[in-house]
């Protein structure tokens, strides 16, 4: 109940107490008058002269009852008082504050009457004095009332209309309408913050914090609003932009000119897309770009794909890269679902991938098992062809105890001998089940460059998938080519990753044995990421592990990492392990692990990959 209805129904309450405490203070004051009337009417009926009364019906005879609320008569005659009510009387202010009766004594006998007179006359006036006060008092409450709820809205009216009105105008309301006004223009002020807030934590979540483009999030609301069935737009194209360059960045500069490469990356795409109208740059991922460029023709996109290989040629120049960018496009239409339009983009950029350094393709195919196909058939083109080469990047070895060796890095060329990035084949290769044919011949190759180099002195590492791993076939091929090349198999290491391993413990444990049965050595690069690397001791035991890059990259000022480091070395070494340290660019950072006892190091300042 809001306070001007409690105040209304308390203001009534208050009315009513009021009205029956008037009633009693009248009938207070009317008392002594209505006693003494009540005497003198005793008197006036000379009840004291009556003889002596024996029954009720000669009470009635000699004395009119009508007259009396109550009588009772006591005399000598009588064994006990005879009494007399007059129950038709039930008048209800004669019950408020009743007066005591009255006596008459005989005077020839010993008779008493004791008796309450009607006082006719007087009641009617209290009962008339009390009525007039209460019809008073509730018509001037309804009165007042009424006044009061219109005075109420009146009042309502014109303070809202005060403080409303933006001019200065002078009322009994000023003063209110002021502190209302200041009141609203302050949540004004803060709702109009919170907004701002809102808006700038929106814009936080939806973009990224390294280049200030939208990110995944915002992209993939836009494709999604582009393929609506309400949208009707044919003209569309989606571009999806991907760095492969930016490992070699970050692992032979550090992660800070990964960043700076990054940004002059997104640069250049977004100079290149300001030239075209209702373009969008988004950035999707740590490598990935996309650009979804609205009402763009096909010979538009030529143009604008062709000026960004343009930009990406010129930056690879300037900066000594094998490449910067490839770009995958696609038309993009109405009722069409984000993971075809994306799968098509996906095959763009694969094409785009073969076909040289900064290259661009532009898929318009919805058949997605073609797209397999043209990659099975790249592929096994490659095989044939032999069309790959080795470099050598060298581990040092530290200490006299460890043998350093040449990890084998595959490049893979295209038909005009532009380099096709690794990880695309590896990963198409995967996807088209070829995985295990394309490891099987860079490992006889990597064998046949070894023996025809016929220095067994030297050690090679090789790295192996683990889709190849957990081949039983692969296994049992390479245990033949092992045993039977036994000369070489003891200068071989075997490199694999660690979270493969540590997911699949049981088949990472056969291909480990097999190994040891065959000669050769194990190795598990990348280590220190997962939960489990500890685990990998006890159940692999490896004879090499090469911690992750991203421990080493600030260990001149990471305590937690040196400490980290050194309990690796230390658990290693009791296990009968060797630890290399990868991605070493700087001096200070080989002195750090140096002193931490590392067995080997290898990265940019030790040697860049060479050719074989």
């Keep these: 109940m809001s306070n001007l209805g409690r105040n ?3 203001s009534n309450f208050l009315i009513t107490l009021i009205i029956i405490a008037l009633i009693f203070v009248i009938k207070a004051l009317f008392n002594p008058i209505l006693s003494k009337q009540q005497d003198l009417y005793g008197l006036n009926k000379r009840l004291a002269v009556l003889n002596d009364i024996t029954s009720e019906t000669d009470l009635k005879n000699k004395i009119n009852t009508n007259d009396f609320i109550y009588i009772k008569v006591t005399n000598d005659q009588l064994l006990t008082p005879l009494t007399f009510s007059n129950k038709q009387n039930n008048e209800l202010f004669s019950k408020i504050l009743p007066i005591s009766s009255s006596k008459q004594y005989s005077i020839s006998t010993n008779q008493v009457i004791e008796y309450i007179a009607k006082n006719h006359e007087y009641s009617k006036l209290y009962h008339n004095i009390i009525l007039l006060i209460i019809a008073a008092l509730l018509i001037t409450t309804l009165f007042c009332n009424l006044i009061y709820i219109t005075l109420f809205r009146k009042n309502e009216h014109l303070l809202i209309e005060e403080t409303l009105n933006d001019k200065d105008v002078k009322s009994i309301f000023t ?19 919170k907004n701002q807030q809102i808006f700038k934590l929106t814009n936080q979540a939806n973009k990224d914090s390294l280049t200030g483009l939208s990110n995944r999030h915002a992209f993939r609301r836009e494709l999604t609003d582009l393929l609506s069935t309400d949208n009707n737009q044919d003209n569309a194209i989606l571009s999806i932009i991907r760095i492969f360059e930016l490992s070699t960045v970050n692992s032979s500069l550090g992660f800070d000119q990964g960043d700076d490469y990054l940004l002059s990356v997104s640069k250049i795409i977004k100079q ?25 023709t096909t010979a538009q996109a030529h143009k604008y794909s062709d000026e960004l290989k343009f930009k990406f040629d010129q930056y690879q120049a300037t900066h000594n890269l094998e490449s910067v960018a490839f770009n995958g496009m696609t038309r993009v239409s109405a009722k069409q679902l984000p993971e075809h339009v994306l799968a098509r983009a996906d095959i763009a950029l694969a094409k785009a991938q073969i076909a040289g350094p900064n290259s661009w393709a532009l898929e318009e195919n919805t058949d997605f098992q073609l797209g397999e196909q043209h990659w099975r058939s790249t592929i096994n083109e490659l095989m044939v062809q032999r069309s790959f080469e080795f470099l050598q990047p060298p581990v040092q070895a530290i200490h006299r105890n460890m043998k350093g060796y040449q990890e084998i890095f595959t490049r893979f060329l295209g038909e005009t001998g532009n380099v096709i990035p690794a990880s695309t084949i590896f990963s198409m290769a995967q996807r088209t089940d070829t995985i295990v044919r394309l490891e099987q011949l860079i490992i006889e190759r990597t064998i046949a460059s070894y023996r025809l180099k016929g220095n067994f002195n030297i050690h090679w590492g090789i790295n192996v998938s683990y889709a190849s791993i957990q081949n039983s076939e692969f296994l049992i091929w390479l245990e033949r080519l092992l045993l039977r090349e036994a000369d070489i198999a003891a200068s071989l290491v075997f490199e694999m990753q660690e979270k493969p391993l540590d997911n699949h413990l049981t088949a990472s444990k056969r291909f480990f044995d097999m190994l040891k049965r065959a000669g050769s050595r194990s190795a598990i690069c990348r280590f220190g990421k997962g939960i489990g690397s500890f685990r990998l001791f006890k159940e692999l035991k490896p004879d090499y592990i090469k911690i992750d890059s991203s421990l080493i990259v600030d260990i001149e000022h990471d305590n937690t990492n040196q400490q980290f480091i050194r309990m690796i070395i230390d658990v290693a070494h009791r296990m009968e392990c060797q630890v290399v340290a990868e991605g070493i660019e700087r001096v200070e950072q080989k002195h750090i692990l140096e002193h931490m006892y590392i067995d080997g190091v290898q990265g940019f300042l030790i040697a860049r990959p060479a050719p074989i």
């Design 272 to 296: 290149v897309s300001s030239n075209f109208a209702n373009t969008e740059v988004f950035r999707v991922s740590g490598s990935d770009f996309a650009v979804i460029a609205h009402n763009m």
């Design 8 to 10: 209304f129904w308390i």
């Design 175 to 193: 003063f209110a309408a002021n502190k209302i006004k200041d009141k609203i223009k302050q949540l004004t002020h803060d709702l109009t913050d």
